[in-house]
């Protein structure tokens, strides 16, 4: 998959994961679908992202970093599905550690030197 596509794919799961949050938010009934299809796309782009070997120590950190934010998207999925409130901390982690990773992986300069 290029970066171009896997870029517009991220942006259209956030997207859509976004909208699902808030629909369940409002109560709408199918909410919770809205928000899997966003997580499902998310999850995807994260394994896609877990599976390229680095040798850099670094970046295998933050991928792991990642991993977890996947796991946590996966949890909070579940605890939509089963009714509990606390969906919405374990997505307000889950973007805590996407910010952590943006901010901490190297630009494509540094990576060259």
Same mark, same amino acid.
């Given at each position: ?12 799961? %956030?997207?859509?994961?976004? +909208? ?19 997580? @499902? ?27 977890? %934010?996947?796991? /946590?998207?996966?949890?909070? !999925?579940? /605890?939509?599905? +089963?009714?509990?409130? !606390?969906? !919405?901390? @374990?997505? +307000?982690?889950? @973007? ?8 901490? $992986? ?5 990576? $060259?030197?």
């Amino acid at each position: 998959m290029s970066d171009k596509a896997k870029n517009y794919l991220y942006l259209l799961s %956030g997207i859509i994961l976004v +909208i699902g949050a808030v629909s369940q938010i409002m109560k709408y009934p199918y909410a919770f679908y809205v928000f899997v299809a966003g997580v @499902a796309g998310l999850i995807v782009l994260k394994i896609l992202n877990l599976t390229s070997t680095v040798d850099n120590f670094r970046l295998r950190r933050l991928q792991r970093i990642q991993g977890i %934010g996947a796991l /946590l998207l996966l949890g909070s !999925a579940y /605890l939509m599905y +089963i009714g509990n409130n !606390a969906w !919405a901390l @374990a997505l +307000i982690l889950s @973007a805590i550690f996407d910010l952590i990773i943006v901010f901490r $992986t190297p630009d494509k300069k540094e990576k $060259t030197e």
